[in-house]
């Protein structure tokens, strides 16, 4: 069996992608945190790259044991995996189109918004690497929905306002049904306190609550609705279970790479983006038959 190094930049949204596809494999697999020893440094390893100089000094951490593969995911890891795998003689992988870097790796997964070129060594893929695991966290006691609200980031605000008309519009729609709800770690106390306000069936504060029921709303509610802030939380939403998928729109100034990965899933049927109303989409994803395309 494959011995697995996974580099992690401590950001769950990567190392999920990076552990999925190692557990997708079947592989023993370490995973250790990796940083550049200065901010500055990151701006070499661009320069290094194209140079061809690979050097571990750049970095807090030492490996000494022997892996038949390196994974990163985000562009702090990228560097890094090359270094790594070309000191061990191991492939390198990496789980997203590494930009700035040299295409040179020996798998690249590239999501399709990222608009990545055609080389013999880049697999594109329409999602994040997702693996799903119910924990029984929830248990839905009859027919049920599920919501998942996130939070601000650098492209998208959550306006209270706005998940508010939302919420309302679900509550009505789906009366009757079960409604099961969760924020996230990026969810501001104001939209916390909001969806504490409804009393929903089934609720998870993050804040005061730090666990993860979304497998498990993935695998036994009827709709799944989740706000457009995360990538990952829709990756995981299209690739498991039954559930219909709702993304719930946020405000943006402009469109950009994220807005451009959830319309093309809309376009194929994995999602429907909330528009007033809703229309059942719940095509679903196997990134194993990506993986078909990998010689490990």
Same mark, same amino acid.
């Given at each position: @069996?494959?011995?697995?190094?996974?580099?992690?930049?401590?950001?769950?949204?990567?190392? *999920? !992608?990076?552990?999925?596809?190692?557990? %997708?494999?079947?592989?023993?697999?370490?995973?250790? #945190?990796?940083?550049?020893?200065?901010?500055?440094?990151?701006?070499?390893?661009?320069?290094?790259?194209?140079? =061809?100089?690979?050097?571990?000094? &750049? $970095?807090?951490?030492?490996?000494?044991?022997?892996?038949?593969?390196?994974?990163?995911? =985000?562009?702090?890891?990228?560097?890094?995996?090359?270094? $790594?795998?070309?000191?061990?003689?191991?492939?390198?992988?990496?789980?997203?189109? #590494?930009?700035?870097?040299?295409?040179?790796?020996?798998?690249?997964?590239? !999501?399709?918004?990222?608009?990545? /070129?055609?080389?013999?060594?880049?697999? +594109?893929? /329409?999602?994040?690497?997702?693996?799903?695991?119910?924990?029984?966290?929830?248990?839905? !006691?009859?027919?049920?929905?599920?919501?998942?609200?996130?939070?601000?980031? +650098?492209?998208?605000?959550?306006?209270?306002?706005? &998940?508010?008309? !939302?919420?309302?519009?679900?509550?009505?729609?789906?009366?009757? %049904?079960?409604?099961?709800?969760?924020?996230?770690?990026?969810?501001?106390?104001?939209?916390? &306190?909001?969806?504490?306000?409804?009393?929903?069936?089934?609720?998870?504060? $993050?804040?005061?609550? #730090?666990? *993860? #029921?979304? /497998?498990?709303?993935?695998?036994?509610?009827?709709?799944?609705?989740?706000?457009?802030?995360?990538?990952? @939380?829709?990756?995981?939403?299209?690739?498991? =279970?039954?559930?219909?998928?709702?993304?719930?729109?946020?405000?943006?100034?402009?469109?950009?790479?994220?807005?451009?990965?959830?319309?093309? &899933?809309?376009?194929?049927?994995?999602?429907?983006?909330? *528009? =007033?109303?809703?229309? *059942?989409?719940?095509? +679903?994803?196997?990134?194993?038959?990506?993986?078909?395309?990998?010689?490990?």
């Amino acid at each position: @069996m494959s011995r697995v190094l996974i580099l992690s930049d401590e950001r769950m949204g990567h190392l *999920n !992608q990076s552990l999925a596809f190692v557990k %997708y494999v079947d592989a023993v697999y370490d995973v250790v #945190p990796v940083k550049f020893r200065y901010k500055w440094y990151k701006a070499l390893s661009y320069i290094l790259d194209k140079i =061809g100089i690979y050097t571990n000094k &750049l $970095f807090d951490v030492q490996i000494d044991k022997k892996y038949d593969m390196v994974v990163g995911t =985000g562009s702090t890891t990228s560097y890094a995996t090359k270094v $790594f795998a070309k000191k061990m003689h191991a492939k390198s992988v990496v789980m997203m189109l #590494p930009r700035g870097y040299r295409y040179d790796f020996d798998i690249i997964f590239a !999501q399709s918004h990222d608009n990545p /070129p055609i080389q013999e060594n880049i697999i +594109k893929i /329409p999602a994040n690497f997702s693996y799903v695991e119910p924990k029984g966290i929830y248990q839905a !006691q009859k027919k049920s929905i599920g919501i998942v609200i996130g939070g601000d980031n +650098k492209l998208f605000t959550l306006s209270k306002e706005k &998940l508010q008309e !939302q919420l309302d519009f679900l509550k009505q729609y789906y009366k009757g %049904y079960e409604i099961a709800i969760t924020t996230s770690p990026r969810s501001s106390e104001e939209i916390e &306190l909001l969806v504490a306000s409804y009393g929903f069936d089934y609720e998870v504060i $993050f804040s005061k609550n #730090p666990i *993860n #029921p979304i /497998p498990d709303l993935l695998e036994q509610c009827e709709t799944v609705c989740i706000t457009g802030d995360s990538t990952s @939380m829709i990756s995981e939403a299209i690739s498991y =279970g039954k559930s219909n998928v709702v993304v719930l729109p946020l405000e943006r100034k402009e469109e950009n790479k994220f807005t451009r990965f959830i319309d093309s &899933l809309e376009k194929e049927g994995y999602l429907h983006i909330f *528009n =007033g109303d809703i229309n *059942n989409k719940n095509k +679903k994803i196997d990134f194993k038959t990506y993986l078909k395309e990998v010689h490990l």
